[in-house]
């Protein structure tokens, strides 16, 4: 087992990330945002495989929240996740400060490829995935990784930055994730948290309803598999890029779950 460290500043990144690559290794990174779970996990573990050095990121990034969105009320547990870290021998936890981050308050946007953001999760949550795609290229400059994991879990987002790293000729590899679910079939995501007993039942619907969509290719149909009081945002059939998948948006008692599975078109 390592013992990770934790790095607050971006200077000290940079000058660890310096020595791992001035010795050849080979640095793999799993941004996240925290409150870190089995899927998060599974990212590790497969970056812990690949690479000399893992670096896990954990930052509520403010910039991809709306104003009525939870920013404020979402999880935050560093000192857990950084035990967590330690028990996959992460090399080190990189959790910076908003102010370092966005030391002026803003910063020059990164924006969203217009034909992979003007769908599914942008309608509800318009500049979402500038905020995403932003935070994402200053945490790349910042770690200059040579791999870095993302779930298929939030497939829009993985998406977005496999394009973004095309288009920028940003020098990592995106690795691709699978879903990670519990055994009932729900997503494991942070939000969950948020969800009681009875909530969560009602999300088991979103799953259900996704795979008979892709069991009969009819999307109006599945909807009858959602539990009566999930509030339906989206469910649509998308190709972007590479990747072809159904993806669903709802609202559970309030709270917004994202799920998709991946199929050919
Ligand atoms: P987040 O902390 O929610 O921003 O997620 C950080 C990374 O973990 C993203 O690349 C997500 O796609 C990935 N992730 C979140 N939930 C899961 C899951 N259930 N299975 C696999 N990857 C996940």
Redesign the pocket.
């Known amino acids: 087992m390592t013992k990770t460290i934790i790095i607050k500043k971006i200077n000290d990144i940079r000058a660890k990330v310096n020595k791992y690559k001035a010795k050849g290794q080979m640095v793999g990174f799993v ?4 409150a870190l779970h089995i ?2 996990e ?2 590790i573990e497969r970056a812990r495989k690949e690479c000399d050095i893992v670096i896990v990121s954990i930052f509520v990034n403010p910039t991809q929240f709306g104003p009525n969105e939870d920013f404020n009320k979402y999880p935050r547990q560093l000192e857990a996740d950084s035990e967590l870290c330690s028990k996959h021998s992460v090399d080190v936890v990189f959790a910076p400060d908003s102010k370092d981050i966005y030391p002026e308050g803003d910063a020059t946007v990164v924006v969203s490829p217009g034909q992979y953001q003007d769908r599914l999760c942008e309608k509800s949550r318009p500049g979402h995935f500038n905020g995403v795609t932003t935070v994402v290229a200053k945490l790349f400059n910042i770690i200059t990784p040579d791999k870095a994991y ?5 497939a829009q ?2 998406a977005i930055i496999k394009k973004m790293v095309r288009d920028l000729n940003f020098s990592v590899e995106i690795v691709p ?4 679910r519990d055994v009932d079939g729900l ?4 939000r969950n948290k948020y969800l009681a007993l009875e909530a969560r039942e009602k999300a088991l619907s979103l799953y259900r309803c996704l795979k008979k969509a892709v069991e009969d290719g009819d999307l109006e149909q599945a909807k009858s598999e959602l539990h009566a009081e999930v509030e339906l945002e989206y469910l649509e059939k998308v190709s972007l890029g590479e990747d072809d998948f159904i993806a669903i948006a709802a609202k559970v008692d309030g709270v917004r779950l994202i799920d998709n599975i991946s199929m050919p078109l």
Not at 31 to 34: A, E, L, Q, S, Y
Not at 150 to 154: A, E, I, M, N, T
Not at 177 to 180: A, E, K, N, R
Not at 187 to 190: G, N, R, V, Y
């Open positions: 941004p996240t945002m925290g899927g998060h599974s990212l993302l779930g298929q879990k939030d987002q993985l994730c699978p879903t990670v997503a494991f995501s942070s």
